[in-house]
Each structure stands twice: as C-alpha cells, then as structure tokens.
C-alpha cells in the first residue's frame, strides 16, 4: 500500500510536466511601437515686439503585435534639448553660440502645463500619458500636439537662427502593455528615441518711436524755420544717423512764400539730417 503511494507521489510531478509540454501556457504578445516627432519651427520671430510666439509639432505613436484589446501605455519623455533647460524644468534654451532664447514646450494650448519627463533633472515636471487600445490584430496608433511658445521680453538679443535639437536620449519614449502601471513606474522600459529640432530666426528688425514734429504757424516766411523731434529705439538698436549718431533726428523746413502768401509749415520724421524744401 505505502509503495503505491510512493509510486503516485513519483508520478504526479511527470505528469504535470507532461502536461506543460503538451499544453504550453500562451505566450504574452511582444507590443512594439514606433514614434515620430515633428520639427517644431517659429519661422522668423520679432523679438522687439516683446510678445510671446507660439507654434506646434506632432508626435506620432504606431504600436503593433500587442494583445487583442489591451492597452499600450506611451510615456513621451522629452527632455533639455542641446540649448539646455532652466532650474525646474522652465524656460528651455535654444542656442546661437553662446546666447539663449527662452522658450518651452507645453502639452496644452493655453501654454500652463509644461511637456516634460520622468527621466530629466526635474521628474515632478512630466510628460503626458498617452493610451492606445489595441484592435483585434494587436494594433493601434495615436497623435497628440506639442505646443511650443517662445517668450516674451528678450528685446536685447543679437540677430540670427537660434536651435535646439533632440536626439539620442533627449527624448525617451517609454511603453508598456499595461492597464496599471503609471509612467513612473514604466520609467524607461523599452525607451525609443525620436529626434526632432527647434528653431526660431530673429532677423534685424527695429522698431522706432517718435515724438510729434512741430514748425507751428508762420506768416509770410522768408527765413528758416527748424524743429526737432525725438527717436526711441530698443535697447539692443545701434543708432547710427547721417552725418553723425545721433539720438536726435533733425528736420529742416524752409519755406519761401511768395509775396502776399501764407501757408503753414509743416514737416515729417525722417532719420537725421533730412531737409525739407518747399
């Protein structure tokens, strides 16, 4: 009796392993996914208008080979670039040799919530989580807008075309066939990189003030009448007036009335030294 039940003890670990080879458990699909991401280009930018300009790029998500059903969990980590990125995740720099311009780049259009990463210098900064439900064929894809905003109250910088480029571990982007698992704890499994540049070009633009130019009312004029009016540049203007630099734009007015004749004389500003005739 007790050789019996030693044979059956003997026996059951064979046949459950008989039954594993017979009946392999299924094997948990493998999801790969692919990303893509749009430049994203200000085109030329007025810095001395001291506004903010905005702008938009894509990323792309493509996943295939998941399980019918299930969800592909995307963690779009982006991270400084190579202008580099301010303390706390705010401003981003895009770089011309040694000079940067703020900018940044945002998951909303009110341009509030800052695109960041789980895997950069300020993880409390992160990216959006973004689901895929798979179809029956384990397939899915999805799209969602980076908002990028350059900022206000850089009047002082040089011209030129100002960049920031992503690539390598710039950008990590992170997935999981998961339901549960938040992006921080996804971190960089199965990171992809998806390159991408910005770049904005501020051209030589400057935009002048004046002051109202004034000759008043004469009567019967036969001698020279001059005014002055006042031109204000931004900071970052070089004044260079013909023939010398001046602050000042001088406009000269002269008038020669015929006998009898009244008129007013009147002039416009103009860079210095410009002479008006009548």
């Known amino acids: 009796m007790n050789s019996c039940r030693s044979r059956s003890y003997a026996i059951a670990p064979i046949l459950a392993l008989a039954v594993l080879v017979a009946f392999p458990p299924l094997a948990r699909a493998a999801l790969s996914c692919t990303f893509t991401i749009t430049n994203l280009n200000f085109g030329t930018v007025d810095l001395t208008a001291n506004a903010t300009v905005d702008t938009t790029a894509t990323f792309s998500a493509t996943c295939s080979g998941g399980s019918s059903g299930a969800n592909a969990r995307i963690c779009p980590n982006i991270n400084a670039g190579s202008g580099g990125v301010g303390s706390g995740g705010n401003p981003r720099f895009m770089l011309n040799g040694a000079n940067q311009l703020k900018y940044n780049l945002y998951q909303d259009s009110a341009r509030t919530t800052i695109w960041g990463s789980y895997l950069w210098s300020s993880p409390s900064v992160t990216p959006p989580t973004i689901n895929i439900t798979l179809n029956s064929s384990g397939a899915g894809?999805?799209?969602?807008?980076?908002?990028?905003?350059?900022?206000?109250?850089?009047?002082?910088?040089?011209?030129?075309?100002?960049?920031?480029?992503?690539?390598?571990?710039?950008?990590?982007?992170?997935?999981?066939?998961?339901?549960?698992?938040?992006?921080?704890?996804?971190?960089?499994?199965?990171?992809?990189?998806?390159?991408?540049?910005v770049t904005a070009t501020y051209s030589s633009v400057c935009h002048l003030a004046s002051t109202n130019l004034n000759f008043g009312s004469a009567v019967a004029l036969t001698s020279l009448l001059t005014s002055t009016s006042t031109l204000t540049a931004p900071p970052s203007a070089r004044w260079q007036t013909a023939p010398r630099k001046s602050r000042t734009a001088f406009i000269r007015a002269m008038e020669r009335a015929r006998p009898g004749e009244t008129r007013p004389a009147t002039g416009s500003a103009a860079p210095a030294p410009v002479v008006a005739r009548r």
């Not at 040089?158 to 992170?174: E, L, M, R």
């Open 141 to 197: 894809s999805t799209s969602a807008t980076i908002f990028g905003r350059v900022s206000a109250a850089q009047q002082t910088l040089p011209p030129g075309t100002y960049t920031s480029s992503f690539s390598g571990t710039q950008t990590q982007i992170a997935y999981q066939q998961t339901s549960s698992n938040s992006c921080a704890t996804i971190g960089s499994t199965n990171a992809t990189s998806a390159s991408f540049t």
